[in-house]
């Protein structure tokens, strides 16, 4: 039992070179696709927010919020343990 677990879970390199070959082929294509799908995707997603941005801008131009009003107060700093939770 514990040898045919074994050969499932460790599957074992061709012996045959040609055949080793064209599997190590095989495997570093399949990472170039992975790697060329990932790069397109990031690509596309930076376009496609760039465009998003450039389409949902505001139509006027953004004043200043204080318009030379500006409004002075003072800050009290509560320490943490007087906070409620």
Avoid: F
Avoid at 20 to 44: D, E, K, N, S, Y
């Amino acid at each position: 039992m514990r040898g045919v677990l074994r050969a499932v879970i460790e599957p074992r390199k061709p012996r045959h070179r040609v055949l080793r070959a064209v599997l190590a082929i095989l495997g570093v294509g399949v990472l170039a696709v992975l790697l060329t799908v990932a790069v397109v995707l990031g690509a596309a997603m930076i376009a496609g927010g760039l465009l998003w941005r450039l389409v949902c801008r505001p139509q006027r131009p953004l004043r200043p919020m204080a318009n030379g009003r500006v409004l002075d107060a003072t800050y009290r700093v509560v320490r943490r343990p007087a906070l409620s939770r």
